[in-house]
Nanobody
Framework: EVQLVESGGGVVQPGGSLRLSCAAS????????MTWVRQAPGKELEWVSS???????RMPDSVKDRFTVPRDNDKNRVFLQMDNLRTEDTAMYYC???????????RGQGTQVTVST
C-alpha cells in the first residue's frame, strides 16, 4: 500500500522559510518520480515541483527561484525547501507519487502552510 506522509507545515511571515518533508513507503521510492502540489481554499490543485529518481527537478516559474526539492533515496524521503515565502504560497501542500495528471496521482494527507503577517 502506497503511503505518503507530509510534515513541516506551519505559519510563517512573508520572506520566511519552511522545509516540508514527505515520508514514502509501500513502493520502490528510488525508482519513482515524486511531485509536490498545493491547493489554496477555493482553488484548483496547482503543480509546485517534480523530481525524477536521478534528482532532476522541474518547477513552475512562480516558485523556481524560491523553492528547491531535494530527495533522499536512502531514507525514502522527498523535501520541499521553500524560501522567500509569499502570502500567495498559502495552501495545503501534498506530495504525490509520480508525475502527470495532478488529480490522478496518489498523494498524502497534506500539510498546511500559512504565510501571513
Amino acid at each position: 500500500e502506497v503511503q505518503l506522509v507530509e510534515s513541516g507545515g506551519g505559519v510563517v511571515q512573508p520572506g520566511g522559510s519552511l522545509r516540508l518533508s514527505c515520508a514514502a513507503s509501500g513502493f520502490p521510492f528510488s525508482s519513482n518520480a515524486m511531485t509536490w502540489v498545493r491547493q489554496a481554499p477555493g482553488k484548483e490543485l496547482e503543480w509546485v515541483s517534480s523530481i525524477q529518481p536521478d534528482g532532476r527537478a522541474r518547477m513552475p516559474d512562480s516558485v523556481k527561484d524560491r523553492f528547491t526539492v531535494p530527495r533522499d533515496n536512502d531514507k525514502n524521503r522527498v523535501f520541499l525547501q521553500m524560501d522567500n515565502l509569499r502570502t500567495e504560497d498559502t495552501a495545503m501542500y501534498y506530495c504525490a507519487r509520480g508525475v502527470g495528471s495532478l488529480r490522478a496521482l496518489p498523494r498524502g494527507q497534506g500539510t498546511q502552510v500559512t504565510v501571513s503577517t
